[in-house]
């Protein structure tokens, strides 16, 4: 039998069988064109029914989007404070909050609350996200115009806001019944949220909802697991995702395409360092712990996973007893971190030994920012660029509780080996474990029960909606 793929080149559909809209200016926006050049073709097609919802969705964000007459109209009514009821034009503002992994996954996830309940989405730009990414809707930005009446209010939003809908209900100061409401709903939706805002996951809550016109949401946490336990939203999210593990694989490659700028930190590091190379392991490794680092039992960690999974090969320690071939296969490991010493102990290791397969391991490291500094551009840029190239790669390490790791995973539809978390500072044994799924955790679900108003696990309600592999009390769907 011949393998004709080896030989004949199938032209690659850079619109992802109709997830991405045509009708760009691609010179706009190289990403969203090119990187079909960079990626296996993923085996996970979007439904019919989502890439419907999506070309809706852009009609009404050309309908309703930044200075259309009826967003002028709509912040009019915002500005006089009053609630004359919902029109065919109807918001959700998503605050710029958090790192840049977390953003990246709030992001989807109020997309598809956006989805669900037919509102338009408008994005916060804080310090960069303009230069982060491409405009993802067709002739109108999704940007929130920066004289927003609002947008100086949005730092100092937070679990005591007056305005905040778990606030106005624990003061009983809104009710469906009520005659006149404000123009607006903040949605305070962050790890530290109370009872009274996890309501927001409540089927008769969101229909109060309806009645805003402005809803403004802050939140660092992929809420998504939990829309699939509303009622309210099953059918459409089971029409639109009848593969119930690639919401954020099909949402982040509809939303997330890099500026030109970061394309090209991509692009020249993939050229330089990955393409040539016969397979790519990606490692991301991110510790949570006392310090920086570099740790000796995160190095023994990082060794014991990709070993005793077989993700790389052992050394010969004692160095000669191994034939070198002529033809050797070249395993290029992509390693991203805050620090140097992981990428540094791995790279020696493989340089100092021949491995006993006779294999040869490339290790590179783009960056090493030392800290996280969530306002400064580039920083931001690199820390994009590697979340991306981890999701070029075949094969993904990532570390526990990490959504810098999550974006790489969705992004590339891969299903991570995820190290766990250690505990006093030990090697955690297993070192780690394969994700179930390439979802997202989310990490400070609700365990309420709407109907019957008392706590529940909510890991236990339906089969595709679990807890997490790295944090038990997380949920994700499998
Ligand atoms: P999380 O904290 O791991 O969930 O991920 P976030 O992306 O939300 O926040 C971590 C931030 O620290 C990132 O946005 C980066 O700014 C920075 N950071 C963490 N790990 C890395 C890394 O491996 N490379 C780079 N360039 N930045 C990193």
Not at 208 to 218: H, R
Not at 298 to 322: H, M, R
Not at 362 to 388: D, I, R
Request: proline letters at 6%; aromatic letters at 12%; glycine letters at 6%.
């Amino acid at each position: 039998e011949v393998d004709v793929s080896q030989h004949i080149e199938i032209p690659k559909d850079p619109l992802l069988d109709g997830l991405l809209a045509d009708g760009f200016d691609e010179q706009s926006c190289l990403s969203r064109y090119e990187s079909v050049l960079y990626r296996k073709t993923s085996p996970y097609k979007p439904s019919p029914y989502l890439v419907s919802k999506l070309r809706q969705y852009e009609d009404l964000h050309k309908r309703c989007g930044p200075n259309t007459q009826s967003y002028n109209e709509a912040v009019k009514q915002l500005r006089s404070g009053r609630n004359v009821g919902t029109t065919d034009c109807n918001y959700v503002v998503w605050v710029c909050y958090s790192g840049l992994g977390n953003r990246i996954l709030t992001l989807a996830s109020v997309f598809l609350y956006a989805l669900l309940t037919e509102r338009v989405l408008l994005v916060d730009r804080g310090k960069d996200m303009a230069g982060l990414f491409c405009e993802p809707f067709p002739e109108r930005s999704w940007f929130l115009p920066l004289n927003f009446p609002m947008i100086k209010k949005f730092d100092g939003f937070d679990q005591k806001s007056r305005e905040s809908y778990g606030n106005l209900l624990k003061n009983n100061k809104i009710r469906a019944s009520m005659k006149s409401l404000p123009s607006y709903l903040y949605l305070h939706l962050t790890h530290d949220y109370d009872d009274y805002d996890k309501m927001f996951f409540c089927d008769d809550d969101q229909a109060l909802l309806k009645k805003f016109s402005w809803l403004i949401v802050k939140t660092d946490n992929y809420f998504v697991p939990s829309l699939f336990l509303m009622p309210s939203f099953e059918d459409e999210l089971n029409k639109m995702f009848p593969d119930k593990v690639t919401i954020f694989h099909h949402l982040g490659r509809y939303l997330f395409h890099p500026s030109n700028h970061v394309w090209g930190l991509i692009t020249r590091y993939y050229k330089a360092y990955l393409s040539k190379a016969d397979e790519r392991l990606g490692i991301q490794v991110r510790t949570f712990d006392k310090g920086a680092g570099p740790f000796q039992y995160v190095k023994d960690q990082i060794s014991a996973c990709t070993i005793g999974e077989k993700l790389l090969p052992e050394v010969d320690a004692s160095g000669f007893t191994v034939n070198p071939s002529k033809n050797p296969k070249v395993k290029a490991v992509l390693m991203t971190s805050l620090v140097y010493g992981y990428y540094e102990n791995m790279r020696d290791i493989y340089w100092e030994h021949p491995t006993m397969s006779g294999e040869i391991i490339g290790v590179h490291q783009p960056s090493h920012e030392e800290q996280q500094q969530t306002e400064k551009p580039l920083h931001n840029m690199k820390a994009l660029a590697e979340m991306y190239l981890l999701s070029l790669t075949d094969v993904l390490v990532t570390s526990a509780w990490s959504t810098f790791g999550y974006v790489a995973q969705g992004l590339a539809g891969l299903k991570p080996w995820i190290l766990y978390k250690s505990e006093n500072q030990t090697t955690p044994n297993p070192p780690c474990v394969r994700a179930m799924s390439m979802e997202p955790c989310f990490h400070a679900p609700p365990f309420y029960d709407c109907k019957a108003k008392k706590g529940i696990d909510t890991g236990k309600l339906v089969p595709h909606v679990r807890h997490c592999e790295d944090i038990s009390w997380g949920l994700k769907n499998e």
